[in-house]
């Protein structure tokens, strides 16, 4: 079995940071942490950032300057420092992981975060 939970979510003002967390347990060996997406109401699940296991980065262009991704592996957490908040950055965010053997993802309860103007 593998966990994955987020923390770090919450309600800022406009112009503010967050920074989420998500961490692994359970099974981890079987896992690559593959990024984080969000969900807005009415709107589909999309990438916000994404890292690989050999440390390429990916943002999607609506956060590109603004967002960190980063991942301690000691702690088996990726994190996702979010700065220069917007309103429209107001969503549902999961973190991802994929199994390395078989055809499986792997998704966190998700984290509130709301940005207020």
């Known amino acids: 079995q593998v966990q994955l939970v987020e923390s770090g979510g919450g309600l800022v003002q406009a112009g503010g940071s967050l920074r989420l967390s998500c961490a692994a347990s359970?099974?981890?060996?079987?896992?690559?942490?593959k990024g984080w997406y969000r969900q807005a109401p009415g709107k589909q699940r999309e990438l916000v950032a994404g890292?690989?296991?050999?440390?390429?980065?990916n943002y999607a262009d609506s956060v590109k300057g603004r967002f960190t991704i980063f991942r301690d592996n000691a702690k088996n957490t990726v994190y996702l420092q979010m700065n220069s908040l917007k309103v429209e950055d107001t969503a549902v965010y999961y973190c991802?992981?994929?199994?390395?053997?078989?055809?499986?993802?792997?998704w966190g309860q998700g984290t509130q975060v709301t940005v207020s103007s």
């Open positions: 359970g099974s981890i060996f079987r896992i690559n942490m």
């Open positions: 890292i690989t296991s050999g440390g390429n980065i």
């Open positions: 991802n992981a994929v199994d390395r053997f078989v055809p499986r993802d792997y």
